[in-house]
């Protein structure tokens, strides 16, 4: 596969991601700003860091409220990881190869684009935006769906695969790292029903509040950063994504527990075996900011390792889409 091609559909899945994780955000947002009633305009600002635009948003929008917020990352062309420039990315990546995806995902996708851009011009949007961002999700979802169902299982499904999670694994740390380290910086609010309330509110914007009663019932900080961080079996845990990812890429690399040869294989196996053995006392214990820092520090330095080995053209090539792909 040329690596243009696998650089491309990458980060069409990565960005289709991106999007879908922004739109969750802010829908479990509106719905906790009901919950909580009046006075709550401060907890619109965290949702910026948690993408990590909150200079860029400062230099455009200064103090945040619920409306700027939407606006600078739903619809603002100028941020580049707004839901409206990650659609409109992951369209030009999809429609540079168009001959490695099936035509229904093309359709949908181009189709995801218009409506978002439609919907960037529609006044009603800012008003009522709760149908929205439940549309970007299930329609980010649908696309899941149809690449599933209608794309060949072969290497470049299997970036796509790992484009998706290594997003999905970024995402999931960060809205967590808010979480902590933003949303509730006083200790004696812990407990209370408000804290009850927002760590249900983080567990629905990784639609994981269904399974995390399942398999512990009542909500605590640690239990709550273990389901998200180390649990195998959830999807939108950091340790599930990591371990779907590594096994896309011994598919692509023909690595089944054989010696390694790529650093991409190296950094992100390292980086999946950690997280095997970790455990979510220790992880408290040195610091739940800190582990997750160094957790997305790493994370990038998959991401790089997989450009320089797969992605990264020979000398005197050009990636035509290369300057433009945002690792956020």
């Keep these: 596969m040329l690596s243009r091609v696998a650089d491309s559909i990458f980060w069409m899945s990565r960005y289709i991601e991106r999007a879908e994780n922004v739109a969750r955000f802010i829908h479990v947002n509106l719905r906790l700003a009901i919950d909580l009633g009046p006075g709550t305009a401060g907890q619109w600002a965290p949702l910026i860091y948690t993408t990590g635009d909150q200079d860029l948003f400062a230099e455009r929008f200064g103090e945040p409220d619920q409306r700027k917020v939407i606006q600078f990352l739903a619809f603002d062309g100028e941020n580049p990881n707004s839901i409206l420039s990650c659609l409109r990315s992951a369209r030009e990546n999809a429609r540079t190869v168009r001959e490695m995806i099936s035509s229904l995902m093309w359709e949908e996708i181009n189709k995801f684009f218009l409506n978002v851009r439609a919907a960037a011009h529609n006044q009603n949007v800012l008003d009522n935006p709760f149908d929205f961002f439940h549309q970007v999700i299930l329609h980010s ?54 804290d009850t309330i927002q760590w249900s509110a983080l567990l629905e914007s990784a639609s994981a509040l269904e399974m995390y009663r399942k398999v512990h019932g009542r909500i605590t900080p640690a239990q709550v950063a273990d389901f998200l961080i180390l649990d195998r079996e959830f999807p939108r845990a950091m340790h599930f994504c990591l371990i779907e990812a590594e096994d896309s890429l011994a598919a692509i690399t023909g690595n089944r527990g054989g010696r390694i040869y790529s650093s991409a294989e190296q950094k992100l196996g390292r980086l999946r075996s950690e997280l095997n053995y970790a455990r979510i006392d220790e992880i408290m214990q040195q610091g739940l900011h800190e582990f997750i820092d160094q957790f997305q520090i790493r994370l990038n330095d998959v991401g790089l390792a997989l450009d320089e080995t797969f992605f990264t053209p020979p000398v005197g090539g050009v990636t035509p889409l290369a300057q433009t792909q945002q690792s956020a």
């Design 141 to 194: 979802h649908l696309i899941d769906g149809i690449t599933a169902a209608t794309m060949s299982h072969g290497e470049a499904w299997h970036f796509s695969q790992i484009g998706r999670l290594l997003e999905r694994a970024d995402k999931t740390s960060r809205i967590l790292d808010v979480k902590y380290f933003t949303l509730l910086p006083s200790v004696a609010e812990v407990g209370l029903a408000v």
